[in-house]
């Protein structure tokens, strides 16, 4: 069952990159998996985002681990080396192969696209934009998130330790509030129970509770701050958006299979300029 899922769920869906500042100059690159595969994320000398599968094209090794910067991608085992934009610059005695066109040899890319400044990718080439799936998404996330576009992205993601359950489990939890009175007494404390409600989309379910009280056993904010909610936008398969009571803010949460009964978190968050 788990190798169906990865090959018919996540390496057929689209998948958090994380936001585009994680790589904001050319040369940056972070590597992700995603089921049975994995891909380089990178900016190029052009500045455009472009993603590929982490694999030399020649005896298949793995090109580069974590993050970092490079002004070319050089594999490890035999030194091939790619440029930036995925093409084959240089490849040892390829010059004494008959008929080797080197064009033939770049790296396999990886659709990306970005929505609302995070980096979204899909394994499938041909398949509908992110856009054209989640088509009410941002519409609703502008609606709930004033000011969304002058927001600034912490520096980094956030990791916390692995969960030892399987990522379905994970997923059923977070798409209700049924747990949320014993489990998040503090959260039930922030906002009005009495006016959650669930819309459920293709794709997305949307969840609104209304805040009341900015003097709460959660955390206290500012009465005149203009969000007096909290929204949660759960994406199929894996992701979580979301804005809280307070000053303006935005956050992603993903869950990411890792095997079959454990499940790695990550998380991203937006927030004013100088706010807390």
């Not at 169906?4 to 050319?26: C, D, N, Q, T, Y």
Request: proline fraction near 7%; include cysteine; glycine fraction near 6%.
């Amino acid at each position: 069952h788990y190798a169906r899922e990865e090959k018919l769920i996540f390496e057929r869906s689209w998948m958090s990159v994380g936001h585009a500042s994680l790589i904001p100059k050319p040369g940056d690159y972070m590597v992700r998996g995603v089921g049975s595969q994995e891909i380089i994320v990178l900016r190029d000398n052009e500045g455009e985002v472009r993603a590929y599968y982490n694999v030399c094209r020649h005896r298949a090794h793995r090109l580069v681990q974590g993050s970092g910067c490079k002004q070319a991608i050089t594999c490890p085992y035999h030194a091939w080396t790619y440029e930036l934009n995925g093409q084959l610059r240089h490849a040892r005695n390829s010059d004494k192969v008959l008929d080797f066109t080197p064009e033939e040899f770049g790296l396999v890319p990886v659709r990306v696209e970005e929505f609302l400044g995070f980096l979204m990718f899909n394994l499938e080439l041909e398949t509908d934009s992110f856009a054209t799936l989640f088509p009410t998404l941002e519409a609703e996330i502008r609606e709930y998130t004033p000011g969304l576009d002058e927001l600034v992205p912490d520096p980094h993601e956030v990791r916390g330790g692995t969960l030892q359950c399987n990522w379905k489990i994970l997923l059923d939890n977070c798409i209700e509030c049924y747990h949320c009175a014993p489990a998040h007494p503090a959260f039930v404390d922030l906002v009005n129970m009495d006016t959650y409600r669930i819309v459920c989309s293709d794709l997305h379910t949307t969840h609104v509770v209304d805040s009341t009280k900015s003097s709460n056993a959660a955390y206290d904010y500012d009465p005149g701050n203009s969000v007096r909610h909290a929204v949660f936008w759960h994406l199929w398969p894996n992701i979580t958006l979301g804005v809280l009571p307070g000053s303006p803010n935005f956050g992603a949460f993903c869950f990411d299979p890792v095997s079959i009964d454990v499940t790695q978190p990550r998380s991203y968050s937006l927030r004013e300029p100088g706010a807390p």
